[in-house]
C-alpha cells in the first residue's frame, strides 16, 4: 500500500468501498465492469438497464417492472423531449434573429460614421462589437445544430435510457427494485450531484452506505472512461442562483401534467419510497418526493404507482438544477466577454451626438 501511487490507492479505495455488502446494488452500479453503466458504453446499441432493474425488483419484490409502468414513462418521456428540443430551436432562432437585426442596425451607423469620418465610432463598430456577434452567431448555430443532432440520437429510446446516469440510479429506488436507500438531488458548481445513502435507521454505523457523486463525475468514469476521483464541488451560491432563477428563467407554459412544480423553483430533491397495499388488495409502491424551493420553502408529493407523473417531477427537478447550472457556468464563463461588450456599446453610445439617424440600441 505505501508503494501505492495517488491514482492508483484512490482506485483501491473505491473499488473496496463499493465491493462492500452495505454498497450493493449502488456500488456495483458505480463500480462494477458489468454495470449496466459500463455494458452501454461498450455496447450502445442494447438496452442494459432494463433488464438489470428487472433482476434488481425480482430480487426485492419478487416481480420485474410491470410494462405499462414502463410505457407512461416513455410517454412523458417523449413529450418532453419533444418540447425541450423545440424550446431550444426556437430560442436559437430568435437569438439569430436579434444579433441579425442588431448588425444590420450597425452597418448602418457604421455607413454613416465612414461618411462623416467618425474613425473612434467606425473602429469600436468594426473591431470590438461586430467580432463578438459573429463569434455570438456561431455559438447559436452550433446549439441549434447539436440540439437537433441529440434528438435524431434519441429518437426511439425508452424513458430509462434518456435518463441521466444519477437520475436512473435514483429511479430503481423509486420502483421499489431497490429498497433502503434513499437520495436526495442538490446543485453545485460541478453540476447536478446525487448523495445516496441506505435508509434503515436500524443499519449499524459501520455498515451505513453513502456516496454522493455528480453527473460530471458519471461522466468522466462511464462516456470518458476516467477513474473515479474525490471532487469538492461547491454548491451554487444562494444568493447568484436566486438572481438566475429571477431574471433568466421562465417557466416555458410546458408543465407535463396539472399539478407539476415548475422548473424554476425547484433547487433540491429527495424522495424515499416504501412498499404499500393498493386499493385492489395488490403489492405497490409509494414514493414521496419533497421539491426545495428557491423561496426557502417546501412541496412535498406523493406518488402511488404513478410512474408518468413520478418521473416528470423528478426530471423537473434535475432539469431545473441543471438549467441554473449552465446558467451559472456561462455567466461565469462569458464574464469578461460580456463585460467588454457591454463597454464597447457604452464607448459607442458617449460617441453619439444625437444627430445620427440610426439607433443601435433600440430593441
Not at 441521466?164 to 436526495?184: D, Y
Not at 421539491?291 to 423537473?316: H, Q
Not at 441543471?322 to 446558467?327: G, H, R, S
Request: glycine content about 6%; aromatic content about 10%; overall charge negative.
Amino acid at each position: 500500500m505505501s508503494n501505492m501511487t495517488w491514482d492508483d490507492g484512490i482506485k483501491h479505495f473505491f473499488s473496496t468501498y463499493f465491493a462492500a455488502p452495505r454498497m450493493w446494488p449502488v456500488g456495483y452500479i458505480l463500480g462494477s465492469p458489468y454495470s449496466p453503466l459500463h455494458l452501454e458504453r461498450d455496447i450502445p446499441t442494447k438496452n442494459w438497464r432494463d433488464p438489470f432493474e428487472d433482476l434488481l425488483a425480482l430480487q426485492s419484490r419478487g416481480v420485474m417492472i410491470d410494462d405499462a409502468d414502463r410505457k407512461a414513462e416513455d410517454h412523458i418521456a417523449a413529450l418532453a423531449r419533444f418540447k425541450d428540443s423545440s424550446y431550444f430551436i426556437s430560442t436559437t432562432n430568435q437569438g439569430l434573429e436579434d444579433i441579425k437585426q442588431t448588425e444590420a442596425k450597425l452597418q448602418k451607423r457604421y455607413a454613416i460614421a465612414a461618411e462623416r469620418n467618425e474613425t473612434a465610432v467606425m473602429d469600436i463598430i468594426s473591431n470590438e462589437i461586430l467580432p463578438v456577434m459573429r463569434q455570438d452567431r456561431e455559438k447559436y448555430i452550433a446549439l441549434g445544430q447539436s440540439v437537433k443532432a441529440d434528438y435524431d440520437r434519441d429518437l426511439g429510446l425508452t424513458a430509462s435510457c434518456l435518463k441521466p446516469r444519477g437520475q436512473w440510479i435514483a429511479a430503481l429506488m423509486n420502483s421499489g427494485a431497490v429498497p433502503n436507500w434513499t437520495w436526495r438531488l442538490f446543485n453545485s458548481t460541478d453540476g447536478p450531484v446525487t448523495t445516496f445513502s441506505t435508509s434503515d435507521d436500524d443499519t449499524p454505523s459501520e455498515s451505513f452506505g453513502v456516496i454522493s457523486i455528480s453527473e460530471h463525475e458519471l461522466t468522466r468514469t462511464f462516456e470518458d472512461n476516467q477513474p473515479f476521483d474525490i471532487s469538492c464541488a461547491r454548491p451554487v451560491p444562494p444568493g447568484a442562483m436566486k438572481a438566475l432563477l429571477e431574471r433568466d428563467h421562465d417557466i416555458r407554459g410546458d408543465q407535463l401534467y396539472e399539478g407539476y412544480t415548475p422548473h424554476k423553483s425547484i433547487v433540491a430533491q429527495s424522495a424515499s419510497s416504501e412498499a404499500v397495499t393498493l386499493p385492489d388488495g395488490s403489492k405497490g409502491w409509494k414514493t414521496t418526493v419533497r421539491n426545495e424551493l428557491a423561496d426557502d420553502t417546501s412541496v412535498t408529493k406523493t406518488f402511488l404507482r404513478e410512474p408518468g407523473k413520478l418521473y416528470a417531477e423528478i426530471m423537473g427537478g434535475w432539469r431545473s438544477m441543471a438549467l441554473t447550472n449552465a446558467l451559472f457556468t456561462s455567466r461565469l464563463d462569458d464574464g469578461s466577454r460580456g463585460l467588454a461588450l457591454h463597454e464597447a456599446f457604452e464607448r459607442l453610445r458617449e460617441q453619439e451626438d444625437g444627430e445620427a439617424s440610426v439607433d443601435v440600441f433600440d430593441d
